[in-house]
């Protein structure tokens, strides 16, 4: 295994001498912007004079289903698809499912990059009150480093919250995907303005900012990156903490298709009058998250108020 202070904790990818293509795979769960990213590359590979192949494979059209992408360029390539054990660069956008596929990295070369938000699946929730325990991963980044040659988590969930929008995680991740590979950073950034909307790009260009950033203190051993080990909360309450769970509601975003309605475990959800979801029994909710999870159009964020305060203040302590 290597350090991640390692000088050569990131080698360049040096497109311009690799005869065999360089196979990105990029990974996560519907909703987190992993196709975006996958096009973002794709068409900065093909703009940089590269043969590139792309594929791609939608989970359930709605957001909770796995999502994958192959990117593959070269001055030659000829299949769509990347092979088990060939990925030079595993990008995971959700932790369980970067997980899944570490056996398609390259053993003795890969890189994997994972962002450390955990997306718990409906099935793995099989007792819904707080503080149960979920059916999900339990390994920790350093667990994982410990097996994989050379392995980066990122709670690059976190870092765009902090820069006012999660929803530029992915970005994050391409940043730091971005020093594996000898395209030039100016050219990086038109691939972001190019894909990203166009009322984001400049939080955006501050999130690619960012993820380079990390892997550069990563890559020098300095702070930030290194000592930030994140925070591996469960996303729920433990069963003995008081919390207050706040939903927050985006009607404009709402389509009613009913779905989180259906699903709530605690059934108390309602479409209202003009069929926007609202909380008919507050007292019911036990912020089980599912709601937010499986809403196909981000309506829905379920906040745990005390639980973020206490992770906060943690994560303050450590500092
Ligand atoms: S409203 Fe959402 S968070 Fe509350 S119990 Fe239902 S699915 Fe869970
Ligand atoms: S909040 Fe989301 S899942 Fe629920 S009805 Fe509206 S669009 Fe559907």
Same mark, same amino acid.
Request: net charge negative.
């Given at each position: 295994?290597r ?7 990131v ?9 065999? @293509?360089? %196979?990105?795979?990029?990974v996560g /769960? ?13 068409w ?6 590269? !043969? ?22 070269? @001055?030659?390539?000829?299949?769509p ?5 060939e990925?030079?660069?595993l990008?995971? &956008? !959700?932790?369980?499912?970067?997980? +899944?596929?570490l056996?398609?990295?390259k053993?003795?070369?890969? *890189?994997f990059i994972?962002d450390?938000?955990?997306i718990?699946?409906?099935?793995? =929730?099989l %007792?819904?009150?707080p503080?149960a325990p &979920?059916r ?8 994982? +480093?410990a097996?994989?040659?050379e #392995? ?5 969930? +976190? ?7 999660d ?9 730091? /995907? ?5 395209? @030039? ?5 038109r691939a ?6 166009k009322k984001?790009? #400049?939080?955006?260009?501050? #999130?690619? $900012?960012l993820?380079?950033?990390? *892997?550069d203190?990563a ?8 000592e930030?080990? @994140? ?26 298709c009913?779905i ?8 108390? &959800?309602?479409?209202?009058s ?10 019911? =909710?036990? $912020?089980?998250? &599912? =709601?937010?999870w499986l =809403?196909?159009?981000?309506? *829905? ?5 005390s ?7 943690q ?5």
């Amino acid at each position: 295994m290597r350090d991640a202070t390692d000088d050569a904790a990131v080698r360049a990818v040096d497109s311009a001498t690799v005869r065999q @293509p360089t %196979n990105v795979l990029i990974v996560g /769960v519907g909703g987190q912007g992993v196709i975006m990213i996958s096009k973002a590359l794709a068409w900065l590979a093909q703009s940089q004079g590269f !043969e590139v192949k792309q594929s791609e494979v939608h989970g359930m059209a709605k957001r909770g289903g796995a999502v994958f992408s192959h990117v593959r360029f070269g @001055p030659e390539v000829w299949s769509p698809t990347i092979p088990k054990g060939e990925v030079d660069i595993l990008v995971a &956008l !959700e932790w369980a499912e970067g997980l +899944r596929w570490l056996p398609y990295l390259k053993p003795d070369t890969g *890189i994997f990059i994972c962002d450390t938000k955990r997306i718990v699946p409906p099935f793995a =929730c099989l %007792n819904r009150h707080p503080g149960a325990p &979920l059916r999900y991963s339990r390994e920790t980044p350093a667990e994982v +480093r410990a097996h994989v040659l050379e #392995a980066y988590a990122i709670d690059a969930t +976190r870092m765009a919250e902090e820069l006012g929008n999660d929803r530029a995680a992915n970005v994050v991740l391409l940043g730091a /995907v971005s020093t594996a590979m000898d395209f @030039p950073v100016a050219d990086w950034e038109r691939a972001v303005t190019e894909f990203v909307p166009k009322k984001t790009i #400049a939080v955006n260009l501050k #999130a690619f $900012g960012l993820g380079r950033g990390w *892997i550069d203190d990563a890559r020098r051993g300095t702070p930030a990156a290194l000592e930030a080990e @994140p925070v591996f909360a469960t996303p729920r309450a433990p069963a003995d903490t008081p919390y207050n769970v706040r939903l927050e509601i985006t009607p404009g975003w709402c389509k009613s298709c009913d779905i989180c309605v259906k699903l709530c475990p605690e059934r108390c &959800l309602q479409l209202n009058s003009e069929r926007i979801v609202e909380l008919a029994i507050p007292e019911a =909710c036990t $912020g089980c998250r &599912l =709601c937010e999870w499986l =809403c196909p159009d981000f309506a *829905i964020r379920v906040h745990l108020d005390s639980v973020q305060d206490m992770v906060a203040a943690q994560a303050g302590a450590r500092q």
